[in-house]
Each structure stands twice: as structure tokens, then as C-alpha cells.
């Protein structure tokens, strides 16, 4: 753990201080480096599951930088979440040819089916809705993906039988 009692203290009275301790573990394997940062807020968000406002200010107080610039990242990046995310992540992509062969329709059928919306996560803690720009799948649009898996030329009927199997 860095040597620096303000960061220790700080860590001491949190209620996860193991999982701070584990952030703080990642840091140091950067060198307490602000050049790392987006590194570091992958892993920390692995660890939290988010990167909530109270973290990014952790970070910020160990890395020696503003909130605003550790808050600024965390907003650029879709990637990034400062609320829980779902057990399994949607992403529909609306890419254009996703878009134009109904993407837009299968974005509609999941924020119905789901009760969500755009970037939100279900009651249940099981799925968090998004969508991405464009996956990279152009030719079995519309597409979509579920965690790190792409589902290829998805119909509201073949949504529903792969969310019947998670």
C-alpha cells in the first residue's frame, strides 16, 4: 500500500476498505502513475462492479489529481459505469446496417421487455441495457451483444429465447 496516511485514513473509514484495498493494491502495481489512470479505473471497476463518485474521488486523492479530471474520464467513456451494472450487460448495436435492418426495433422490444431504460439495470440486478455505436458485425445485422457474446441477425422472438436462456 502507498505510504501516505491521508489515503490510509481515508481507506480505514470506508465501508468496503477491502475492496479499496485492492484499488489501492492496482494503483500501486501502476506506480501511482496519472498517466495509468484509465487503466486503473478498468480495474477498479472490475473490482466495484462501477466506479462510483466516492471511488473516483479515492483515486484521485492517491493518483494526486482533481476529481474533475478523474470524473471527466469516467464520463468520456461508455465503458465506464458510476452505478451498478446488471449480471449480464445488453449492447444492440445501431450501427448504420444494424440500424437500417431493425435495430431500432430490438432496442424498442428490450426497453418494453425489460421495463428499463437506456443504460439502466433491471430491478432485479440481472441485465443493464445499452447500445453501442457499432460491434463490428455489419454483416449479420441487426446485431446485438450480451456480455462478450454477438447475436447475429436478432428478431424480437429471437431476443426473447436468448433471454429465456440467461
Given at each position: 500500500?502507498?505510504?501516505?496516511?491521508?489515503?490510509?485514513?481515508?481507506?480505514?473509514?470506508?465501508?468496503?476498505?477491502?475492496?479499496?484495498?485492492?484499488?489501492?493494491?492496482?494503483?500501486?502495481?501502476?506506480?501511482?502513475?496519472?498517466?495509468?489512470?484509465?487503466?486503473?479505473?478498468?480495474?477498479?471497476?472490475?473490482?466495484?462492479?462501477?466506479?462510483?463518485?466516492?471511488?473516483?474521488?479515492?483515486i484521485a486523492d492517491s493518483l494526486d489529481i482533481t476529481l474533475s479530471e478523474v470524473s471527466g474520464v469516467v464520463s468520456f467513456y461508455s465503458f465506464f459505469s458510476v452505478t451498478p451494472r446488471g449480471e449480464h450487460?445488453?449492447?444492440?448495436?445501431?450501427?448504420?446496417?444494424?440500424?437500417?435492418?431493425?435495430?431500432?426495433?430490438?432496442?424498442?422490444?428490450?426497453?418494453?421487455?425489460?421495463?428499463?431504460?437506456?443504460?439502466?439495470?433491471?430491478?432485479?440486478?440481472?441485465?443493464?441495457?445499452?447500445?453501442?455505436?457499432?460491434?463490428?458485425?455489419?454483416?449479420?445485422?441487426?446485431?446485438?451483444?450480451?456480455?462478450?457474446?454477438?447475436?447475429?441477425?436478432?428478431?424480437?422472438?429471437?431476443?426473447?429465447?436468448?433471454?429465456?436462456?440467461?
Amino acid at each position: 500500500m502507498k505510504e501516505h496516511s491521508a489515503i490510509e485514513r481515508y481507506i480505514s473509514q470506508m465501508e468496503d476498505y477491502e475492496l479499496y484495498e485492492k484499488v489501492d493494491n492496482v494503483m500501486d502495481l501502476y506506480g501511482y502513475k496519472p498517466e495509468n489512470l484509465i487503466q486503473i479505473l478498468h480495474a477498479a471497476q472490475t473490482i466495484f462492479g462501477c466506479v462510483p463518485l466516492e471511488l473516483q474521488r479515492f483515486i484521485a486523492d492517491s493518483l494526486d489529481i482533481t476529481l474533475s479530471e478523474v470524473s471527466g474520464v469516467v464520463s468520456f467513456y461508455s465503458f465506464f459505469s458510476v452505478t451498478p451494472r446488471g449480471e449480464h450487460t445488453i449492447r444492440v448495436c445501431m450501427g448504420t446496417a444494424c440500424y437500417v435492418r431493425g435495430g431500432k426495433r430490438i432496442v424498442d422490444h428490450l426497453l418494453k421487455t425489460l421495463n428499463v431504460d437506456l443504460g439502466d439495470t433491471t430491478e432485479d440486478g440481472r441485465f443493464t441495457l445499452e447500445i453501442a455505436r457499432c460491434i463490428g458485425s455489419c454483416g449479420l445485422a441487426p446485431a446485438l451483444m450480451i456480455d462478450d457474446v454477438i447475436y447475429k441477425q436478432m428478431t424480437p422472438n429471437k431476443v426473447d429465447a436468448v433471454l429465456s436462456r440467461l
